[in-house]
């Protein structure tokens, strides 16, 4: 599925898009604008939009936002310099705020497992999270000479590591 399914009476979340993905089932996409996310089906368009609970301040400023692959979790980063981690079926916060960035964040990834979120900065550095957790796995990762706005994570199996 390329995009999302456009339906006569249906505007689709709260705002803009900001990230979507596809469910194993093949007929169910989650989207999420940044401050509430959209369930879709593709034979009835969307069925149910969760709005996000909680922490003001950062739902004000969201620049960013990752569904995990699995559907079950949204990461959001916001003006605020934090990252918080979101139940989808909920839209409580399940992790958060996570503080480490010295400016704006601008990009985000979960890992293919839905285990760690990384997010990357225009402080040029990046820092992983654990989505299980909400600790701080990895971080600050520094030597870049100028802003993150692209981040995601790379499967390399341990029998292929040095």
């Known amino acids: 599925m390329d995009s999302l399914p456009v339906w006569k009476n249906s505007s689709g979340g709260t705002g803009t898009f900001r990230a979507a993905i596809p469910l194993d089932d093949g007929k169910t996409i989650v989207a999420s604008d940044g401050s509430s996310i959209s369930r879709w089906t593709v034979d009835v368009g969307r069925v149910e939009d ?42 409580k916060a399940l992790w958060g705020p996570l503080e480490g960035h010295g400016d704006d964040i601008y990009a985000l990834s979960f890992s293919a497992d839905s285990k760690m979120v990384v997010s990357g900065s225009d402080d ?39």
């Open 50 to 91: 969760v709005t996000f609970e909680g922490n003001s301040e950062h739902l004000e400023g969201i620049q960013s936002a990752s569904i995990s692959p699995n559907g079950r979790l949204v990461a959001t980063a916001a003006r605020n310099r934090t990252v918080m981690i979101w139940q989808a079926d909920s839209g």
């Open 124 to 162: 040029r550095n990046v820092w992983i999270w654990s989505a299980e957790t909400g600790q701080s796995i990895c971080g600050p990762m520094e030597g870049h000479t100028s802003s993150v706005k692209g981040v995601c994570f790379r499967y390399i199996p341990l029998s292929l590591w040095p």
